[in-house]
């Protein structure tokens, strides 16, 4: 997909002189391989991301969410860049009338957290105001986790193969970054890797908490699958880290 037109179309000579109008013949085929080149590498194009703050980001997507709500308060000579949010609870926790439990949870100086400018699937809370917010970019079956740091973003893409969504590639965002390329899947063999056998012994080095399930393991798609449920259960970013940095070393 990254290869550049000049790899792909060449034209060798062994005659230096320029034909004349009558001399030049062009085939057919060859013409709509040069087109279907050309459109294959502006269709690749890498496509930009705008990046926001959260303040203003949150203000215009609050209401993609169920799970976390602006909350309206004055606070005398408050900083107007806070932002304070009621959120469910991750670990499901219930009241008496069985509905799910929010806490507070506030963000100083929201405008100077960085997001990227686009409508997101969901979005998570985790404590010390860590977040996980899950985008569709504007390519097709390609898609983007965002996770909180210190100092900017950590973004994950993803491709969803076999009603998966499968990490291929990381990426840092930080504060001062104004836009982010997609990055787009260049392993035309991702979905061959996820259905073969799964090295169970590099595995378990790489992530110990394997050791005990391991004899429920055959495929690539059997360990995918098994982290994947681990995953919505872990309310720890670095471990989600962990978990999406596995599923592409297993696909290397």
Same mark, same amino acid.
């Given at each position: +997909?990254?290869?550049?037109?000049?790899? +792909?179309?060449?034209?060798?000579?062994?005659?230096?002189?320029?034909?004349?109008?009558?001399?030049?013949?062009?085939?057919?085929?060859?013409?709509?391989?040069?087109?279907?080149?050309?459109?294959?590498?502006?269709?690749?194009?890498?496509?930009?991301?705008?990046?926001?703050?959260?303040?203003?980001?949150?203000?215009? @997507?609050?209401?993609?969410? &169920?799970?976390?709500?602006?909350?309206?308060?004055?606070?005398?000579?408050?900083?107007?860049?806070?932002? !304070?949010?009621?959120?469910?609870?991750?670990?499901?926790?219930?009241?008496?009338?069985?509905?799910?439990?929010? !806490?507070?949870?506030?963000?100083?100086?929201? =405008?100077?957290?960085?997001?990227?400018?686009?409508?997101?699937?969901?979005?998570?809370?985790?404590?010390?105001?860590?977040?996980?917010?899950?985008?569709?970019?504007? !390519?097709?079956?390609?898609?983007?986790?965002?996770?909180?740091?210190?100092?900017?973003? !950590?973004?994950?893409?993803?491709? +969803?193969?076999?009603?998966?969504?499968?990490?291929?590639?990381?990426?840092?965002?930080?504060?001062? &970054?104004?836009?982010?390329?997609?990055?787009?899947?260049? &392993?035309?063999?991702?979905?061959?890797?996820?259905?073969? @056998?799964?090295?169970?012994?590099?595995?378990?080095?790489?992530?110990?908490?394997?050791?005990?399930?391991?004899?429920?393991?055959?495929?690539?798609?059997?360990?995918?699958?098994?982290?994947?449920?681990?995953?919505?259960?872990?309310? =720890?970013?670095?471990?989600?880290?962990?978990?999406?940095?596995?599923?592409?070393?297993?696909?290397?």
């Amino acid at each position: +997909m990254n290869e550049n037109l000049a790899d +792909m179309v060449r034209v060798a000579t062994s005659d230096p002189t320029v034909p004349t109008e009558d001399e030049i013949v062009v085939e057919e085929d060859d013409i709509v391989e040069a087109v279907e080149a050309v459109e294959e590498t502006v269709n690749n194009t890498t496509t930009k991301i705008h990046i926001t703050n959260l303040l203003e980001w949150f203000k215009n @997507n609050s209401n993609s969410f &169920d799970n976390i709500k602006p909350v309206n308060v004055s606070i005398q000579d408050g900083e107007p860049t806070n932002l !304070i949010l009621s959120v469910e609870n991750l670990e499901g926790r219930k009241n008496k009338n069985g509905n799910i439990m929010r !806490i507070v949870q506030g963000f100083e100086n929201a =405008d100077k957290i960085v997001v990227l400018d686009l409508p997101a699937l969901t979005m998570n809370i985790f404590k010390n105001n860590n977040f996980k917010i899950l985008y569709q970019t504007p !390519i097709e079956n390609i898609f983007v986790k965002c996770y909180s740091v210190s100092n900017g973003l !950590i973004v994950i893409f993803n491709i +969803m193969i076999e009603d998966m969504l499968i990490p291929y590639v990381i990426k840092r965002v930080k504060k001062k &970054d104004t836009e982010l390329d997609i990055i787009l899947n260049t &392993d035309n063999n991702l979905s061959e890797k996820i259905n073969q @056998n799964a090295d169970l012994e590099a595995l378990q080095l790489l992530y110990k908490q394997s050791v005990k399930s391991i004899d429920k393991f055959t495929t690539n798609k059997d360990v995918l699958l098994w982290l994947k449920e681990r995953q919505a259960q872990i309310l =720890d970013i670095n471990h989600l880290l962990q978990i999406d940095n596995l599923i592409i070393d297993i696909l290397k």
